[in-house]
Nanobody, 118 residues
Framework: QVRLVEPGGGLVQAGGSLRLSCKAS????????MGWYRQAPGTQRELVARFSGSDSTEISDSVKGRFTVSRDNAKRTLYLEMNDLKPEDTAVYYC????????????WGQGTQVTVSS
């Protein structure tokens, strides 16, 4: 089993910054496909940014230029640096680790609330 713990999150004013982290533990084979998703009330969960290979990343157009995803393999930790936050970034942010290609499943964190006030 995989456990993803996401401390961080919180309330920030528009234009501010926040850093999320996600610590992985348990049955970890590869952190190759690891990323952040978010879900605002009444909407579907959407991709924010993720690693899609050793060094390849996918970043949503809505956050491109403002958010940066990074990973520390030795610490088994994923980060999301969020700058110039906007009220529309308000959502629950979820960490995801996809190890399905190694038959270890698709794992999700419990989610952390990010609220951006205008």
């Amino acid at each position: 089993q995989v456990r993803l713990v996401e401390p961080g999150g919180g309330l920030v004013q528009a234009g501010g910054s926040l850093r999320l982290s996600c610590k992985a533990s348990g049955s970890i084979f590869r952190l190759t496909f690891m990323g952040w998703y978010r879900q605002a009330p009444g909407t579907q969960r959407e991709l924010v940014a993720r690693f899609s290979g050793s060094d390849s990343t996918e970043i949503s157009d809505s956050v491109k230029g403002r958010f940066t995803v990074s990973r520390d393999n030795a610490k088994r930790t994923l980060y999301l640096e969020m700058n110039d936050l906007k009220p529309e970034d308000t959502a629950v942010y979820y960490c995801n680790l996809d190890q399905r290609r190694w038959s270890l499943g698709d794992s999700w964190g419990q989610g952390t609330q990010v609220t951006v006030s205008s």
